[in-house]
């Protein structure tokens, strides 16, 4: 009969330090899931809040809404990018009718998305570089007289 490899012996205690860091690290996944899955519910239902608005024809409501969907920030997720999208279409939208003042609230929401939910490593969103150039753009020359 062979003698048990000791090298398989789970009945050996864990190491005591080992406990505590693999509690820690469950932990933090645990955190992370959860928050994750909060953003993505909180995020989905501040869409369609913001598509209610849209289709109400209350464009000032639907860009607070699509804000707050776009700040509900969880990389991939698909409401961020109807976020993105639907601030786009109202700016867009906005200018050419001449409502220069919705049409800023939406190209800032935008920009204020994509700084906010920078992380190292990321860079700026085409998004984020398309609202600030319009920004650019829209604003006044420094210096001239308003």
Same mark, same amino acid.
């Given at each position: 009969?062979?003698?048990?490899?000791?090298?398989?012996?789970?009945a050996?205690?864990?190491?005591?330090?080992?406990?505590p860091?693999?509690?820690?690290?469950?932990t933090?996944?645990?955190?992370?899931?959860?928050?994750?899955?909060?953003?993505?519910r909180?995020?989905?239902?501040?869409m369609?809040?913001?598509?209610?608005?849209f289709?109400?024809?209350?464009?000032?409501?639907?860009v607070?809404e699509?804000?707050?969907?776009?700040?509900s920030?969880v990389?991939?997720?698909?409401?961020?990018?109807?976020?993105?999208?639907?601030?786009? $279409?109202? =700016?867009?939208g906005?200018? &050419?009718?001449?409502? +220069? !003042?919705? *049409?800023?609230? #939406?190209?800032? /929401?935008? %920009?204020?998305?994509?700084e906010?939910?920078?992380?190292?490593?990321?860079? $700026?969103? =085409?998004?984020?570089?398309? &609202?600030?150039?319009? +920004? !650019?753009? *829209?604003?006044? #020359?420094r210096? /001239?007289? %308003?």
């Open positions: 009969m062979k003698a048990p490899d000791p090298k398989l012996d789970f050996e205690p864990m190491q005591p330090w080992l406990r860091l693999l509690t820690v690290a469950v933090v996944v645990l955190a992370v899931c959860v928050l994750g899955l909060v953003l993505v909180r995020g989905a239902a501040a369609d809040r913001s598509d209610r608005a289709h109400a024809g209350d464009l000032r409501a639907a607070w699509a804000k707050a969907a776009g700040l920030y990389p991939g997720s698909s409401h961020v990018e109807r976020a993105a999208a639907r601030l786009e $279409a109202i =700016a867009r906005a200018a &050419a009718e001449g409502r +220069l !003042d919705l *049409a800023r609230l #939406a190209w800032d /929401a935008l %920009r204020l998305i994509d906010q939910t920078a992380y190292p490593g990321r860079g $700026a969103t =085409a998004f984020g570089l398309r &609202a600030r150039a319009e +920004l !650019d753009r *829209a604003s006044p #020359a210096g /001239a007289p %308003r």
